[in-house]
């Protein structure tokens, strides 16, 4: 596509944006029991996020369905910058992992380093941890217990550092680990 989504009105640069992320992960799939297309995950991510207030900010959203090309594709940030601007870019740069470093690494970066990043990010970050319990729960991995258990106290870690950033989406992801360990039992 050529258009040039950084001249277009925003609903049709947020459409160019979830566009190009399904273009990106299409071929992959969700680690569930359904296998459903990864795109879904950042579509919920950015309707979380415009459910909760935020419908009227167009680079948050676009920032949330293009959350995870730089992790999972070949996407890089100057391409990301070109498409969709540097706003977009940068958000779309804090919330990912450098994954050059191990995973356990990874994970401890994230708790550690949440609270010094924009409110953009916090707020990214929120809603896909949110999306990420809500598929433990409702299209479990191939996870045991502990390892649920592992992912539900990381998250709640990472949030516990942003604390009042969204009481709504903070209150959703405290019920969720609620239903989550609930289902998952005391293993
Ligand atoms: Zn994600």
Redesign the pocket.
Known sequence: MTLTPLSGPPTARLLEAIYFAAEQHRDHRRKGQTAAPYIN??IL?ATQLARAGFGDDEELLMAAVL??VIEDTETTRAELARKFGEAVAGVVMEVSDDKSLPEQERKLMAVSTIAAKSGRAQLLKLS?LI??IRDVIHQPPNWNAGRKHRYFDWAENVVRQIRGVHPALEAELAQLLEEGRRQVGST
């Open positions: 995950h950042p991510v959350h995870d896909d999306a990420n």
